[in-house]
């Protein structure tokens, strides 16, 4: 069964730092370009970034709103994909998803883990 | 960035009756390669991820029932649920991946009038 988890949430004082870990299993990792997506509480889904795969230059992209605050990295020996937030602001406050698929759309989601920005 | 738009907010529909969402992009999202537009719909249940339903705005997505159809050209899409069952109360959101940020509908809420 292919299946994606996200840990590493939680509560973080506005400024502060959380890394959140996406762990895939059921499917080869190394062949898929990961995403991260959010969604604050009664919002809308949030495109955050995505890293592609290594043979395709393993780059990264970010939404507006995060760049230059959020960094995305895979270990694919380890099948998990990151996200380092730094510098966190109270609008970061989120559900935050790992995805994927292998069709261009995002056809495997995670269960989501909660971060909440507040003093 | 491409804005998405949805309609209407939110509707409710009796069950066996058809619900029509309708979703709008700012720009084309047609995919050159294969002439076919960068649009996704989802759907999401309380407390739960999204689940994939259509891609390429009109294909179905493997175990998803044949109830709902995508459909739509140009820079407007729909997302059809012929027949409304209980199950399908939900909120769903169109998105296009033709250009980054890939960005979402602000979703649509289907509820059992």
């Known amino acids: 069964e292919m299946q994606l988890v996200e840990s590493g949430g939680g509560l973080e004082k506005p400024g502060g730092s959380l890394r959140l870990s996406c762990a895939a299993s059921?499917?080869?990792?190394?062949?898929?370009?990961m995403t991260w997506v959010r969604q604050a509480p009664g919002k809308g889904l949030e495109w955050v970034g995505r890293i592609k795969r290594k043979i395709d230059g393993g780059t990264t992209d970010y939404a507006a709103p995060v760049k230059g605050r959020f960094t995305i990295s895979r270990d694919d020996s380890k099948m998990t994909v990151y996200l380092e937030m730094n510098s966190l602001k109270d609008e970061d406050t989120a559900v935050y998803y790992c995805?994927?698929?292998?069709?261009?759309?995002?056809?495997?989601w995670g269960q989501g883990t909660m971060v909440t920005v507040s003093s | 960035d491409i804005v998405m738009t949805q309609s209407p907010d939110s509707l409710a529909v009796s069950l066996g009756e058809r619900a029509t969402i309708n979703c709008k992009s700012s720009q084309s999202i047609l995919f050159s390669s294969n002439n076919k537009h960068s649009l996704a719909w989802f759907q999401q249940k309380p407390g739960q991820p999204p689940k994939l339903l259509i891609y390429w705005a009109s294909t179905r997505e493997s175990g998803v029932p044949d109830r709902f159809s995508g459909s739509g050209s140009g820079t407007d899409f729909t997302l059809t649920i012929s027949s409304l069952q209980a199950e399908d109360v939900a909120v769903y959101h169109c998105q296009q991946y033709y250009s980054i940020p890939f960005t979402f509908g602000p979703g649509t809420k289907v509820d059992v009038k």
């Open positions: 995805t994927t698929g292998f069709s261009a759309a995002f056809e495997i």
């Open positions: 059921g499917f080869t990792f190394s062949n898929v370009w």
